[in-house]
């Protein structure tokens, strides 16, 4: 089992920057594909992008170019850079591990979840 914590939302001006971080526990998850996905209020989760143990990442094309994904397989810790940030960006943003190496982009793939951190971008 992998109990998933989030941190670094926040409020922040449109072109400003955030950076998430997400800490795991219960066994580590240096073989598991992790992700980030956000929840715009009256809208479907939607996968923003994800690493696998080896640090190969994707993004959603909405992000691509301003956000970054990295993480620290010893400290069992995963963080999302996100830079130039937009309004459309608001959003809970939650972090997610899947028992594979294979990195998806379908929500319904990912095993563990954290509960969740408010991003708000103002205009």
């Known amino acids: 089992q992998v109990q998933l914590v989030e941190s670094g939302g926040g409020l922040v001006q449109a072109g400003g920057s955030l950076r998430l971080s997400c800490a795991a526990s219960?066994?580590?998850?240096?073989?598991?594909?992790t992700g980030w996905f956000r929840q715009a209020a009256g809208k479907e989760r939607e996968f923003v992008g994800a690493?696998?143990?080896?640090?190969?990442?994707s993004y959603a094309d909405s992000v691509k170019g301003r956000f970054t994904i990295s993480r620290d397989n010893y400290k069992n810790t995963m963080s999302l850079q996100m830079n130039s940030l937009k309004p459309e960006d608001s959003a809970i943003y939650y972090c997610?591990?899947?028992?594979?190496?294979?990195?998806?982009?379908?929500?319904?793939?990912?095993?563990?979840w954290g509960q969740g951190t408010q991003v708000t971008v103002s205009p």
């Open positions: 219960g066994r580590t998850f240096s073989t598991y594909a």
């Open positions: 690493i696998d143990w080896t640090s190969a990442t």
């Open positions: 997610a591990a899947r028992r594979s190496s294979t990195v998806k982009v379908g929500s319904r793939d990912y095993d563990y």
